[in-house]
C-alpha cells in the first residue's frame, strides 16, 4: 500500500488549486486531516449541511446536484481526481448551496478553513488559483442557465457527453455514466435523453450499454454541440 507521502504527491500532481505553490505548503495542507473514503452513491454533504471545508479529490468522481422544491436532480457539475469541491463553504463558512454524492468510490482530501488560511498567508499563490477556479465555476453556472434556457436538449446532451469524455472518458471514447445520470446533468428527463441517444445511436454517433456509453464520432457531437448542422 502506498505511504501517506506518496499518496499525497499523486493528488498534488493533477490539482489545479496547487499550481505554483511552495511543495512544503502543499504537502502540510493536505496532510492536515486524514483522507475521506466515501463509498459509491453516499453522500459526503448536503445542500443546507454547514461549510467550512473545502475537498480535493485524490481519486473517484463526485456529483454535485441539488433538488428542487418540486423534488426534481439538477446536476450542477461532475468533479474528477485532482479537482476541488466545497470551496464556497469554505470561505464562508454557511451552509452549503448544494449536495455532494460519490459516483463511484472516491478518496479526498478534506481542507478545512483555518489551514487554507494559515497557508494562504504563507503562499498567497493559492488564493489566486481558487479565485480562478471560482470564475471559471461561475461562467459554467452561468453558461449552464443559458443552456436551459435557450439550447434544445440535442445541444446540451452533446455538450455534456464531450465535457464528461474529456474529464472522464476511458481510451476507447467510453464514458461509465446511466441514462439517468446523464440526464440529471443535462437538465432532462431520461425518456426524452433516451429518445436522442437512440436517435444518435442509429446514426452511428453513440453506442449505449448497460452503465456506459460509447463515442463512436466526435467530431459530429463536436458540431452539435456548437449548434452546426449534423449533415
Known sequence: ?????????????????????????????LAATPPVHVHRNAALFERGDKGGTLYVVQSGRIEI???????????????????????????????????????????????????????????PQLAI??????????RWVSDSVEEYALHALDLRLARRLLVLHKN????DKSIRITQ???ADFA????????????QWKAEGLV????????????????RIAHGEARS
Open 207 to 222: 453506442d449505449v450499454s448497460r452503465g456506459r456509453i460509447f463515442l463512436a464520432d466526435l467530431a459530429k457531437l463536436d
Open 65 to 123: 446536484s441539488l433538488i428542487t422544491e418540486l423534488g426534481r436532480k439538477i446536476v450542477l457539475n461532475q468533479i474528477p481526481a485532482g479537482h476541488c469541491f466545497g470551496e464556497i463553504g469554505m470561505v464562508d463558512t454557511l451552509e452549503r448551496t448544494a449536495s455532494a454524492v460519490a459516483l463511484e468510490e472516491s478518496t479526498l482530501f478534506p481542507v478545512s478553513r483555518a489551514t487554507f488560511m494559515d497557508a494562504v498567508r504563507r503562499s
Open 180 to 182: 439517468n445520470e446523464l
Open 168 to 171: 472522464f472518458g476511458d481510451a
Open 1 to 29: 500500500m502506498p505511504q501517506p507521502s506518496t499518496r499525497i504527491s499523486s493528488a498534488l500532481a493533477i490539482s489545479r488549486l496547487f499550481d505554483g505553490v511552495d511543495e512544503g505548503i502543499k504537502t502540510a495542507v
Open 187 to 198: 437538465g432532462a428527463t431520461r425518456e426524452s435523453t433516451n429518445k436522442i441517444l437512440m
Open 129 to 138: 488559483n481558487l479565485m480562478d477556479i471560482l470564475c471559471e465555476r461561475l
